[in-house]
Each structure stands twice: as C-alpha cells, then as structure tokens.
C-alpha cells in the first residue's frame, strides 16, 4: 500500500504520514508563527490503546477577544479599544463592564480520520468561567468572509460531534473534498510528478482549513 | 443465499426489554408513574423510543420545556449509538429487563451532544452510511446519488425494522461487495448487488478492501471470573471508542477471521504484538510489579469478551461472515469488547 514517503496522487494521507507531517507542521510553526504559541503533539497511548506513533496536534487556550463592531471587515482577532464611541454599532442587551468579559478562549485540534484518509479540525470555545461557546456566538468570532463562505456554500461546514477521544462534545471542521484541492494543491506547485513531499502536507491543509476559523500561517511555511 | 437471510433476520429481530423509570427529581404527580415497558430493537436507537415511552410519563412531569435523555446507573447514554450496542457494553452481565431512567430536563450538555428526536438520529445514520461507504467504495457517491425520496425510505425502513423494505432498497444504494472465498464457496452472496468493493490497481494486483468497523473497549481493571463480578462503569472515560476501518487482506489458503481482524485494531491485546498471559506473549512487561504475589502475570492485559449483536464471538469466525451477516444498516459493524487492563 502507501509508504510515508510521499503523499499518494489522491491528496489522501496515511495514519504514518500524518504522523511524520504532523510534526514537520509543528516544528515549523513554532520556529516561524511567533505570533501564536506551539503546537503540541498528544499521543495516543491510553491504557488500551497502546500505540505510539498516533496521536493529534493541539494548539489551546488561544483568545479572540470578540469583536462588538459588527460591520468590521479584516479579521476580527482584536478588540476594538475604542468601542465606547461606537454606540450605534454595539449590541445594547450587551453590557460589558470589563474587557476580560469578551474575552473568548479556543482550542483547536488536527485530528487524522481513518475513514477518510485526511486530517479533520476540531475546536471548542468557552469563556474564562470555561462555560462553552454556542456556534451562534463562535461564528461572531469567526472572520466575517468565512462566515459568508459558510453559510453560503457546500464546501465547508461545521457539525457537532463527540470527539473522537476525548468523549465531549466538540466542533469538527469537515471540508468536502479536502483530497481534492490537496491534489490540486500539489499539481499547481513545482513538486517533481506532482506528488508533495509528506513534510508538507498538513502545512498545505492548514493554509486553507486555518483559514476558516481565523488562524493564518505566515507564507514562509509553505516554502 | 438461505443462510444469510436468516442470520439477517435475527439480526433485525433482535431487541432489548427496557423498563424506563422517570427519574425521581421530575415525578410531579402522586403517586409516582410506575415504570414503562417497552421492547427495543437492536439496530434501533434509543430517541426513538420516546413517542412510545412520553404517553406513560405525560401527566407526571413538572411544566416546562423537554429535552429528553437517558441514563444507565447514571451514565447518560449516547443517543446516537444503537441500542443493543448499548446494551452489550455496558452491562457485562446481561440485564432483563435493562432498567434505564429518562429524564425530560436538565439536559447534560457538557457531556452530551444535542438531540432533536428523530431528525437527529437520521442525520446520523446518514452520516455513518456515507461514512462506511467512503470506506467501502472510496467516495460516497453512492449515497450522494440515492434520490431524496430512496433515502427517506431506507430510514423509514430502518426505523420500523423493516428488513422486507430495506432488502428492497438496498440495490438502489448500489454498495460494493464485501466477499470472500466462504461465501463463494458456499454458493452464498450477501444481498447487496453491485460494483465490487475490491479494486484492482495499476499493477493488477487485487488491493485489500476496507470495511467499516466501530470498536467499543471498555476496560476493567480487576480481574474477574464471572461476568456479575464486573465493577460498574462510572463514567464513558472508561471506555476507548475506535473509529476505525479493518483492512481485509485476503491471502491464498488462509481466510481471514475475527481474530485477525481485532488483531488490526488490538495489537497489543492479541497476536504476536501482544501482551497476553500464557506462552504466546513475547513481550513482557517489566515495569513496576511491586503488587505481584501470586507471581502470575498479573500485569498483562487481556480480552475477556467480544459482542457483535448480543453474540458473544468465537475469534475463529471468518471475519467476511461476521461482516455480512452481523453488520447494522448503515453498514457498519459494531464491536464491544470487554479487557481486563494491564496493570502498572
């Protein structure tokens, strides 16, 4: 079957190579993403379950402080300092004494599905009493243009599952067709046969799926 | 072809007595309702079950909005698992009548995902039918191009066990073989019709065909001999759930069992990877056994059971059969399997 050597034609992976691009993504996410903290890898060895090359990236805890202005355009990742001023925009049912109130934390895990072959997303949000964010209020936080982009097509959408470990209920990012536009992902580049290096894999997932829930890779990864 | 109908029959047959008991903190009338009595189908799920169970419970409940679930000795139930799969993991030792409490408030949603009756339940078989045929086929397109009205009808039939309407529905699903020398030699085919599951690549050689499989492990740590021994379980952390499709390799002269199968998921519980008591464990383990007096291997996990659809399984079974005949209707095959943890 499939060696770990290479990302097979159908922009599929195997539980090996996701394995192997899984820590090539971490590590060049921590030498060159400063703005965000590192990716951890959590293996897989519960008292059952006794296999050590699986496992899932995590990246937790990160704050989006939510945006009140609602007609904001660019990334909603910052608060507006100056809200106060902007009365006719704000939510009045929201009264907010204090910044720490807005103050929404995510975590985020790359999980591989055996079935499809291809890395999932799965993320939660809660506020700082760790009391759990409504999809209602996680798209608030999402970058306006992926909430259109959810909402309005097929491509992309967000269900409710258990996580497949962890035995809670967390959000799962599902791309269709994520074999598909890994393949065109790698015919467009300069990869000898079309065929892209493993290493790179979750890098050039991640540059589109990051996308979805605000979180962007610097270029110099995809090099 | 007589043979597998019949074990399909008893397969979509197969059901559960439930006694349901309201839960204490919502009796709201005097005295308290006595306990439904309903029968569940295996392949069934238990939110279904509420147009039957809600008329039982109606004048007793306090006002206020319904969110309905249910718990086994206070562990809320995934609703979207089939009910005898349930069943056979978590009651080692098998309770009849399985006495459940439902509850109509306080719905546990840090534990639970959401529910909304039906559609719900049917989004998930949906769900789990593309799912097994991405597995099956490479793609579900299959599923994908079953018309509105087919699909809505393969659930119907589902909900009502209804096996003469699903068999009927079942080409139009056009969902690839899973077959093997057992039931060509037989003269047995499973009653799908199709495109084979098997494909041949570039080299011509015959690929190993993927089947869909959930493995249910929970795991005990004492040892135990009788099954009414089994500790109760406190919470789902103790059970590892294991999404994860068998690659069915298929060799000249050997047939491919159970046994095989599980030792793709299990290494570590069976086969030469595993750490087992008695002379087939190769590798032993040499950590801590301060606790050892016996001087058995104590410190060794093991099987105990395996139950697919209430059987408890002879591990020589070839796995096509198991798979064919015992799979639920979403094509999935449902494993619990019960270990004792190794200990450290």
């Known amino acids: 079957m499939d060696s770990a050597g290479e990302v097979v034609n159908d922009g599929k992976i195997t539980l090996e190579g996701f394995s192997v691009a899984a820590r090539s993504f971490a590590e060049k996410w921590k030498r060159l993403n400063l703005s965000f903290p590192p990716w951890s890898w959590v293996p897989l060895n519960n008292r059952t379950l006794l296999k050590k090359e699986e496992g899932y990236l995590s990246l937790e805890k990160i704050i989006i402080l939510s945006s009140l202005d609602e007609s904001v355009e660019e990334e909603s990742l910052d608060v507006r300092a100056d809200w106060s001023e902007k009365e006719e925009a704000v939510d009045h049912t929201v009264l907010v004494q204090d910044v720490e109130d807005e103050a929404h934390y995510y975590d985020y895990h790359i999980v591989y599905s055996a079935s499809y072959m291809v890395p999932m997303l799965y993320f939660r949000g809660y506020s700082s009493d760790g009391k759990p964010l409504s999809l209602e209020v996680i798209k608030r936080d999402l970058p306006s243009s992926s909430v259109s982009l959810l909402l309005e097509s097929k491509w992309t959408f967000i269900t409710q599952e258990d996580h497949p470990y962890l035995n809670r209920p967390w959000f799962k990012l599902h791309p269709c067709g994520t074999e598909e536009w890994i393949k065109l992902l790698s015919e467009s580049s300069s990869f000898t046969g079309c065929q892209m290096p493993v290493e790179l894999y979750l890098i050039s997932w991640f540059s589109v799926v990051g996308q979805v829930v605000g979180l962007k890779i610097p270029h110099e990864m995809l090099i | ?344």
């Open chain 2, 1 to 344: 072809m007589a043979a597998n109908e019949e074990a399909v029959k008893y397969v979509w047959e197969g059901a559960i007595p439930l006694q349901i008991h309201l839960h204490k903190s919502e009796v709201a009338s005097h005295p308290a309702p006595p306990p439904a009595l309903v029968l569940a189908p295996r392949i069934g799920y238990l939110p279904l079950l509420v147009p039957l169970i809600k008329p039982y419970f109606k004048d007793s409940l306090p006002p206020g909005e319904e969110s309905i679930w249910f718990d086994y000795k206070g562990v809320p139930l995934k609703w979207y698992i089939p009910t005898g799969v349930l069943f056979d993991l978590l009651c080692a030792e098998p309770e009849r009548p399985w006495n459940l409490t439902i509850h109509f408030r306080g719905y546990p949603t840090n534990v639970l995902l959401p529910c909304e009756g039906e559609d719900s339940v049917k989004w998930n078989f949906v769900n789990s039918l593309k799912e097994a045929a991405y597995i099956i086929n490479g793609n579900c397109k299959n599923v994908m191009n079953m018309s509105q009205n087919d699909q809505e009808d393969m659930w119907t039939s589902v909900m009502n066990g209804d096996l003469e309407a699903y068999t009927r529905l079942l080409p139009k699903l056009k969902m690839g073989n899973i077959e093997d020398e057992y039931s060509r030699k037989e003269g047995l085919s499973s009653p799908i019709s199709g495109q084979g599951g098997t494909e041949i690549d570039m080299a011509g050689q015959v690929k190993t065909a993927r089947i869909p499989v959930r493995l249910y492990v929970r795991s005990v740590n004492e040892n135990f001999e009788f099954l009414e021994d089994v500790p109760e379980m406190d919470t789902w952390d103790e059970i590892s759930y294991l999404n994860r499709p068998v690659e069915f390799l298929r060799e000249e002269g050997k047939c491919f069992t159970l046994r095989d199968a599980i030792e793709t998921l299990l290494p570590e519980y069976i086969g030469d990877r595993a750490q087992t008591s008695g002379e087939e464990g190769e590798e032993r383990t040499t950590t801590d056994v301060s606790e050892e007096a016996e001087g058995s291997q104590e410190t060794r996990g093991e099987i105990k059971l395996i139950r697919i659809q209430g059987i408890e399984m002879k591990l020589e079974i070839p796995f096509s059969w198991v798979v064919n005949n015992l799979m639920n209707p979403e094509f999935y095959l449902h494993i619990s399997v019960l270990v004792k943890a190794p200990q450290r």
